[in-house]
């Protein structure tokens, strides 16, 4: 079964960092493009950052440029989302997702596999 689980999140102050990673079981990343989404209590799901397979081409929502930045590790099967300077707007689940390959870039739309989530939380 394939199956993405994210980890890392929890409750930071305003200004601090988290480092979250998102780990396949059952199937290996390096086919795939990743992203990373988030959902606010009471907003639609949206997307965070994405990243192609060969890491080459990377995307950001822009009110996360220059704050959080996407990496993956394909040795160890591992996509990370840095997040620096969070700001109580950051706060939601965040999901990362798996979708096919597209002609070396990537974006917010087309993933087939979701993990389940993980609460990150900033507020003093």
């Known amino acids: 079964q394939l199956q993405l689980v994210e980890s890392g999140g929890g409750l930071v102050q305003p200004g601090g960092s988290l480092r979250l990673s998102c780990a396949a079981a059952?199937?290996?990343?390096?086919?795939?493009?990743i992203g990373w989404f988030r959902q606010a209590p009471g907003k639609e799901r949206e997307g965070v950052s994405c990243?192609?397979?060969?890491?080459?081409?990377?995307n950001y929502a822009d009110s996360v440029k220059g704050r959080f930045t996407i990496s993956r590790d394909n040795a160890k099967n591992t996509v990370y989302l840095q997040m620096n300077s969070l700001k109580p707007e950051d706060t939601g689940i965040y999901y990362c997702?798996?979708?096919?390959?597209?002609?070396?870039?990537?974006?917010?739309?087309?993933?087939?596999?979701w993990g389940q989530g993980t609460q990150v939380t900033v507020s003093s």
């Open positions: 059952g199937f290996t990343l390096d086919y795939y493009v």
């Open positions: 990243i192609s397979r060969n890491s080459g081409y990377t």
């Open positions: 997702a798996a979708a096919p390959p597209v002609f070396g870039r990537c974006m917010f739309a087309g993933y087939q596999y």
